[in-house]
């Protein structure tokens, strides 16, 4: 990312006011001209809704690449960050994207744009995270799992998804199935199952031997007919004509088989004599196996139903016996490819949903590691990432009498993998009349050590006293032998050591060193 002119800037604003602190924000960059190469860096917070500069446009005849951009979200809540290029007025958005509390933006040349979460480590893969709990971060859906141009997205499983649509079948209606035009609606046309249809099957259920009345009770005996009537619906019988052939003894009309007698003093058996008890029996002799013979009042009752459909005996309350719905018996499934589950909110009935090829390869895998293998995303690769704080040292090779009276001193690095940039400001320090120092002039205490056998890119400047027109980084430097100037590119050697030249800082004086130091651990 390169700025080529005095109108190129580069401006961060946020989607909304913070909730307790700004964002933080550091960026490095390289300004060339035909003949020089100057390292820089900048960082500072955001201001809420209002735009802020955080790569300004370079000098006249001078080219800003910049190196990196880190956006740091300080605040308590996740803050919508916008990365924009100014040029003359005009904004390009770079990029818009939420981060979350705690978490970093971080761009290079080498990354691109990347989260950043600080564990010591950096991932490139939200499904590698660990740690996580519902609601604490973005929710993904693959492309290839919700391609279709509309419909609804379910899950089918853990963290897999697919696009399904509310279709009708035998006895639904749907409306607006796929949510593009409104919520799905859902209608029946299955006809209700009333106390009145329940009371017609019921009456379906009887024999000859009962009437179906449709009031309460629901059954009647039928009327006895032959021999002995009753009319429907009553205990009360009546013998109708008989001959004596019917009889169980021989009688003729000189010996009547009974006398005027009252029926009182005949006693039940074979005889004619017909009471309540024996009609009743009748009757119950007349039913079949759907009705029970009670000997109460009424009678009858309906047998208790099983199988499939249960109901206790006189009652018509019925279940559905537990198990007893087999696949077979289910409705059939409308195509290939389906699965039975919910897409719609809330509970409700059983719907089908679509499951298309890739949804079945993807669910078939063990592991996420076995699903990027499917999706040929291949092994992830991972970045560190790291800030911190440094203190600088002036001191010689050979210290002997050299002390230091520093007022400010204040050094700041971040670590990308291997590769360090550490960046130092002393101020103010008063150098004693010293004698015996001797040997290079040096800044110590570097944050890491550094790799034996890589050199490092070191550039710093310094004034004696600090004045508003010190020479800036590798420019040659002014103001005689009051000046230092620390360029180096040799051996570190494995030390913690900035090594300077042989300019030194002279006895008594009060000095301002800034600097930048860039290398691999």
């Known amino acids: 990312m390169i700025l080529t002119t005095v109108n190129d800037k580069i401006q961060l604003v946020l989607a ?11 960026v490095s960059f390289a300004d060339h001209t035909g003949t ?20 300004l446009a370079p000098a006249a005849s001078t080219q800003r690449q910049v190196k990196t951009i880190s956006i740091y979200n ?21 990029v818009k994207t939420p981060i979350a509390a705690g978490r970093s933006l971080f761009w290079s040349a080498e990354t691109g744009w990347t989260i950043q979460v600080h564990t010591g480590g950096g991932v ?39 696009q399904r649509s509310i279709v ?28 009145e249809l329940a009371q017609d099957a019921v009456g379906a259920m009887a024999g000859a031997s009962l009437v179906y009345v449709d ?45 005027n007698d009252s029926t009182t003093s005949l006693p039940e058996g074979t005889n004619l004599y017909f009471t309540d008890e024996r009609a009743q029996d009748a009757v119950g002799a007349m039913v079949d196996a759907s009705l029970v013979y009670t000997d109460l009042t009424p009678l009858l009752s309906r047998a208790a139903l099983t199988g499939d459909v249960t109901a206790p005996q ?35 009935d059983v719907e089908e949903i679509a499951m298309t090829a890739a949804g079945r390869a993807l669910m078939d895998d063990a592991s996420a590691a076995d699903q990027r293998t499917t999706l040929g995303l291949g092994t992830v690769a991972v970045i560190s990432y790291e800030t911190g704080t440094w203190t600088p040292v002036p001191q010689f090779a050979v210290n002997g009498d050299f002390v230091p009276n520093i007022d400010f001193g204040a ?84 030390t913690q050591t900035i090594w300077g030249t042989t300019q030194i800082p002279p006895s008594r004086a009060n000095i301002r060193i800034n600097g930048s130091c860039i290398y691999r651990t």
């Open 36 to 55: 020089t190469f100057t390292p820089g860096s900048a960082a500072g917070v955001s201001n809420n809704t209002i735009d802020v500069d955080i790569v």
């Open 215 to 259: 009031a309460t009770p629901l059954l009647a005996r039928a009327a006895l007919t032959g021999a002995i009537t009753a009319a429907q619906d009553t205990n009360t019988t009546a013998l109708g004509s008989f001959t004596k052939a019917q009889l169980s003894v021989a009688v003729s009309d000189a010996t009547p088989l009974y006398t």
């Open 124 to 162: 490139s893969d939200h499904g590698l995270l660990s740690g996580l709990v519902d609601d604490d971060h973005l929710q993904y859906v693959l492309h290839t799992d919700v391609s279709a141009a509309t419909g609804i997205i379910v899950a089918t499983a853990a963290e897999v998804y697919a």
């Open 74 to 94: 300080a605040d308590t809540v996740d803050a919508t960050v916008t990365i924009k290029l100014d040029v003359s007025g005009v904004e390009r958005i770079l």
């Open 314 to 348: 006189g009652s018509n309350v019925t279940a559905i016996a537990a198990d007893s719905v087999t696949y077979a018996k289910m409705q059939n499934v409308s195509a290939t490819d389906k699965v039975l589950g919910r897409s719609t909110a809330g509970a409700g």
């Open 16 to 26: 909304g006011a913070v909730t307790t602190n700004q964002l933080e924000w550091v």
């Open 411 to 494: 050094g700041s690095y971040y670590k990308l993998d291997n590769f360090v940039t550490a960046l130092t400001n002393l101020f103010g320090f008063d150098t004693n009349a010293y004698t015996t120092a001797s040997g290079q002039f040096q800044i110590a205490g570097l944050p890491f050590s550094t790799l034996s056998g890589v050199g490092p890119l070191v550039t710093a400047q310094s004034t004696v006293p600090p004045t508003a027109t010190a020479t800036v980084g590798m420019e040659a430097p002014s103001g005689g032998g009051s000046f230092l100037r620390i360029v180096s590119t040799a051996e570190l050697t494995g």
């Open 168 to 195: 009708a079948g035998t006895g639904i209606g749907v409306v607006d199935g796929d949510g593009v035009a409104g919520n799905p609606t859902v209608s029946s046309t299955i006809t209700q199952y009333t106390d």
